[in-house]
């Protein structure tokens, strides 16, 4: 069982930037491949990026794509996302999420997930 608990949402101006973490229990997380996702009011659950097990590989939403890095310690069992640029359309509730196998995009093959971190973004 893998659970995961992110932090570091917050109220930000846009053009801002934020850190989210999520930290992973258990000793085997760095056999996972770990993604973020958020969901903005009103609107279907959306990814953002995805991370290989190991973080060389890593893929991106278009709509985040060049304002944001996601990266991984596996020594600290924790994923992060750097977000920058950020503007108001980012407001969303923010996850990360968890599946045994390939980098994938779609939300309902990802086995384990966060509570959620709010992020809002001010104009």
């Known amino acids: 069982q893998l659970q995961l608990v992110e932090s570091g949402g917050g109220l930000v101006q846009a053009g801002g930037s934020l850190r989210l973490s999520c930290a992973a229990s258990g000793r085997t997380s760095w056999r996972y491949v770990m993604g973020w996702f958020r969901r903005a009011p009103g609107k279907e659950r959306e990814f953002v990026a995805g991370i290989s097990e190991g973080g060389d590989s890593t893929i991106y939403n278009d709509s985040m794509k060049g304002r944001c890095t996601i990266s991984r310690d596996n020594a600290k069992g924790t994923m992060y996302l750097h977000m920058n640029s950020l503007k108001p359309e980012d407001t969303a509730a923010y996850y990360c999420?968890?599946?045994?196998?390939?980098?994938?995009?779609?939300?309902?093959?990802?086995?384990?997930w966060g509570q959620g971190t709010q992020v809002t973004v001010s104009s």
């Open positions: 999420a968890a599946r045994a196998g390939s980098i994938t995009m779609v939300d309902n093959d990802y086995d384990y």
